[in-house]
């Protein structure tokens, strides 16, 4: 039992969380404001701007950096993972995002024969670099205001 207490008292996991969250908050906000329609699915979605993973990786990385110093190992550890979560967001998903796109087109146009899928593949799985530089700002800032309080 002291090991979920000291989980949920974890100030790192609760500002990484944190800056998860209002990441994932603007991407309906921004998607509200676009095509004036509330669509709560998005809280749980990857893809959009800003980059949800990127702002979780960065707050943790920034946060270690800050409370463990930044020549530490804990922040060597968390930096390298930022790089290749940030990677890959902006290189392999957006290009499987892409590729997804093609797939539909290609059932789409199988269907005049005869083929169906049961449903499209999901196209919205990655990042351009302005969305993983806005989601990595938020959880830099984020990180810092929160570990300054």
């Known amino acids: 039992m002291v090991y979920l207490q000291q989980f949920f008292s974890n100030k790192i996991i609760g500002i990484s969380a944190l800056a998860w969250l209002i990441a994932q908050i603007i991407k309906i906000i921004i998607d509200l404001i676009r095509t004036k329609s509330l669509d709560w699915k998005l809280i749980t ?3 959009g701007m800003p980059s949800s993973h990127s702002s979780f990786v960065t707050s943790l990385a920034t946060s270690i950096g ?7 190992s804990q ?3 968390t930096f390298v993972l930022c790089m290749v979560v ?29 083929f169906r899928m049961d449903e499209n593949l999901k196209e919205l799985l990655g990042h351009t670099p302005v969305e993983v530089a806005a989601g990595a700002a938020l959880g830099i800032v984020l990180s810092v205001a929160m570990n300054l309080l």
Not at 66 to 72: A, H, K, P, Y
Not at 90 to 107: E, T
């Open 45 to 47: 979605s990857s893809g």
């Open 66 to 72: 800050l409370t463990q110093g930044f020549d530490s």
């Open 75 to 77: 922040f060597a550890i």
């Open 86 to 114: 940030m990677y890959d967001a902006a290189g392999v998903r957006r290009a499987a995002g892409k590729q997804a796109a093609v797939i539909n087109d290609i059932a789409d146009i199988l269907e005049n024969y005869g």
